[in-house]
């Protein structure tokens, strides 16, 4: 679910935060995906030309498989070196959210039973796409199409955003990836949002910078982590009457939800509009984001190697009923992108000197004074 409310709170308040990329913009770089996030994407958008989703001879479901296979490509072919981080077990003050959302799958598919004879389609995919989840056994079957593809993934002990985070905090990729805005309460450097978005959808990818939201934000991260769970988070409820405009003028004011909480409760009379759940688990909720249970990243090795075109042919094609040309294709563009390496980032070679307030050049490191040779 997310942050409610927080993308239009960073973009309103720190708008040097956001950049806009295509995929090419991103080339050379290492970025550690929620793969949980992008399969449930991937069952929603990847359908047949009736609407339905894509499934082989024995009506099995693929569609996840073949967004991944896809996307993956297109990420490499553009000089990305992707890796999938894969959620663990959620934690136990999750366990109301993901309670919600099952009722609302039921509910979900009731009104679509009722409408099943007298709807539109386009009202019946509505309902459909709402009872859509990621199951254990398509998360099995996308890591075994990664290891074929030669695409390294990470099972995440709990929450997949913060094992993406941890990866990008320490070095080990460039970003985090995913639409989940509550990524960013786990620090990472660069939060990618729309990466496994198709070209066909026309939104562009999103780059947010850590530091830069906390500077237009004005706060310390852990004012941004109770903002977060102020906004309303997965693991707890929010105040009641509390909107976007009001959590960030409200945590501007008191700095933290133990000095707000306190205030609302020492002037019921003056904040009588504010009600704070009973038993409101909001201490708990913090710590998870502060404390994530995560894999330390030096254990974690990250490894592209060349696809085994065999073995991919005997999974997606024998068994999973995909075109055998359009297989061995993506097996060959794999090939090409991953050949060798990614080659390094003019970035990474050149700094920024200043001239002047006005004038910036760049410089090749170490070379002061000296132009670099022609190669």
């Not at 009104?111 to 998360?139: A, F, L």
């Not at 996308?142 to 074929?148: G, P, R, S």
């Not at 068994?319 to 970035?347: M, N, P, T, W």
Request: with cysteine.
């Amino acid at each position: 679910m997310g942050v409610k409310g927080l993308n239009q709170l960073i973009k309103e308040h720190s708008p040097d935060a956001y950049k806009e990329f295509t995929l090419k913009n991103l080339f050379g770089r290492k970025v550690a995906i929620d793969a949980s996030m992008c399969l449930y994407q991937f069952l929603i958008a990847v359908r047949q030309a009736d609407g339905q989703q894509l499934t082989n001879e024995d009506g099995e479901t693929t569609s996840h498989l073949s967004g991944m296979f896809y996307r993956t490509i297109r990420m490499v072919e553009n000089g990305i070196k992707p890796v999938y981080v894969f959620d663990g077990k959620p934690p136990v003050l999750k366990g109301g959210e993901l309670e919600k959302r099952l009722l609302r799958r039921e509910e979900a598919e009731r009104e679509q039973e009722k409408i099943k004879e007298t709807g539109t389609v386009e009202e019946i995919m509505k309902y459909e796409k709402r009872q859509v989840r990621v199951s254990r056994d398509q998360n099995d079957e996308a890591k075994k199409l990664l290891e074929l593809m030669g695409i390294p993934f990470v099972n995440a002990p709990c929450e997949a955003e913060a094992q993406c985070a941890a990866l990008a905090r320490d070095g080990k990729v460039f970003a985090a990836a995913s639409e989940d805005m509550d990524t960013l309460c786990y620090q990472p450097p660069f939060l990618l949002r729309h990466l496994t978005f198709a070209e066909a959808r026309k939104m562009p990818i999103d780059q947010i910078e850590y530091g830069k939201v906390m500077e237009g934000l004005g706060m310390s991260q852990e004012t941004f982590i109770d903002l977060c769970i102020l906004l309303g988070c997965d693991y707890c409820e929010t105040i009641r009457g509390v909107g976007p405009v009001t959590a960030y003028k409200l945590m501007k004011e008191h700095g933290s939800l133990d000095v707000l909480v306190k205030y609302i409760e020492d002037h019921p009379d003056k904040m009588s509009k504010y009600k704070v759940p009973e038993n409101w688990p909001y201490k708990e909720a913090r710590e998870l984001f502060h404390n994530p249970e995560i894999a330390n990243s030096d254990d974690i090795s990250l490894k592209w190697t060349e696809p085994n075109v065999d073995g991919l042919i005997e999974y997606m094609v024998k068994q999973k009923g995909f075109s055998e040309d359009r297989i061995r294709s993506g097996a060959e563009k794999l090939k090409k992108g991953l050949k060798g390496g990614v080659q390094g980032r003019l970035d990474g070679f050149f700094q920024v000197v200043g001239t002047s307030s006005k004038k910036r050049a760049a410089e090749p490191k170490g070379a002061k004074g000296k132009k670099p040779k022609k190669k």
